[in-house]
């Protein structure tokens, strides 16, 4: 938006970033081109830190899309956090 002479009030409010921001990354745009830009995803990687296996894993998502916690006799009567782990738990 800014390289298309868009106001950099307008391109902040319309990118939901700060200006200064916005500021930073045109510059290393026109440093580097859209390489320049890349970020890397941030916190863990993907996959590190499960407890469950897949087989697991899908285990579980289909006991709570087919089921409601009642009827695995749970107190509960929708599915929260506390129900899943719960479930995770028992399984």
């Not at 921001?21 to 390489?35: E, F, N, P, S």
């Not at 990687?45 to 089921?67: F, H, K, N, S, Y």
């Not at 107190?75 to 738990?89: D, G, K």
């Amino acid at each position: 938006m800014r390289l298309d002479g868009v106001s950099l009030k307008d391109t902040a409010a319309q990118c939901e970033m700060s200006r200064t921001t916005l500021i930073a990354a045109v510059k290393a745009y026109r440093a580097g081109g859209w390489k320049a830009l890349d970020v890397e995803r941030p916190g863990r990687p993907q996959g590190t830190g499960r407890t469950l296996t897949a087989e697991q894993e899908r285990e579980v998502q289909r006991l709570i899309r087919d089921r409601t916690p009642d009827q695995l006799k749970m107190i509960y009567a929708l599915w929260s956090r506390q129900a899943v782990a719960e479930l995770i738990l028992n399984r």
